[in-house]
Every structure is written in C-alpha cells, then in structure tokens.
Nanobody, 126 residues
Framework: QVQLVESGGGLVQAGGSLRLSCAASGFAFSTYGMAWFRQAPGKEREFVGGVSWSASITVYRDSVKGRFTISRDNAKNTVDLQMNSLKPEDTAVYYC???????????????????WGKGTLVTVSS
C-alpha cells in the first residue's frame, strides 16, 4: 500500500534551517508529482511547494520562494524540503503528499493530492 513517512521536523530558532524528508513506498514514485503542504494551529492547510514527476518543474507559494527548496530522488523514492531563513510564521505541521494523477506537473491543490503522510512538526522560535 502507499506510504508516505515524513521526518526531520523539530524546534529551530528564527533564521535557522531544517531539512524535511519524505520516504515513499508502495507506488511507482518516479511517475507522480509530489508536494509539501503545511497546517498551522487554527489555520487551513496550505500548499508549500511541489515538484513534478521528472523533477523538471518546481513551484512554491510566494511566502517561501527564495527560502525553501523542494527536491526529489527518484532512485531513493524520497522528496525533501530544504528550509532556510526560517520565520516564526513557518511554524506548522508539514505534510508530504502524492498527486492523484500520474505524470502531473501543474496541479497543486489539496484536492489534487491522493495520499498524505502523517506530518512532521516544525516549530520556529523568535
């Protein structure tokens, strides 16, 4: 069955860095777009960044552009999120997600994702 397992969350001071990783299994990883979402306390889940199945396309929400980098390793079935210059407003549970359709590269809404990990908590202190 499809499994997505996030790791790498933790507590970091503002301005610091964290690298999240998502280990995927149970499907043909290299044929699906992958994304990271986050949900802060009391807020709706929001898109953070996505990478196409071939890794040729990456997209980000405006607030993380230039600070976060999404990457994937199709040989290891992993997708990472490098987060630099972290801000307190980045505090959230971060979720890894798999796209609903194979070979997708332009659909990044929550409804376009079919499978989700359980999330990893990132806390940025001021």
């Amino acid at each position: 069955q499809v499994q997505l397992v996030e790791s790498g969350g933790g507590l970091v001071q503002a301005g610091g860095s964290l690298r999240l990783s998502c280990a995927a299994s149970g499907f043909a990883f290299s044929t699906y777009g992958m994304a990271w979402f986050r949900q802060a306390p009391g807020k709706e889940r929001e898109f953070v960044g996505g990478v196409s199945w071939s890794a040729s396309i990456t997209v980000y929400r405006d607030s993380v552009k230039g600070r976060f980098t999404i990457s994937r390793d199709n040989a290891k079935n992993t997708v990472d999120l490098q987060m630099n210059s972290l801000k307190p407003e980045d505090t959230a549970v971060y979720y890894c997600a798999r796209s609903r359709s194979r070979f997708s590269s332009d659909k990044w809404y929550s409804s376009d994702m079919e499978y989700w990990g359980k999330g990893t908590l990132v806390t940025v202190s001021s």
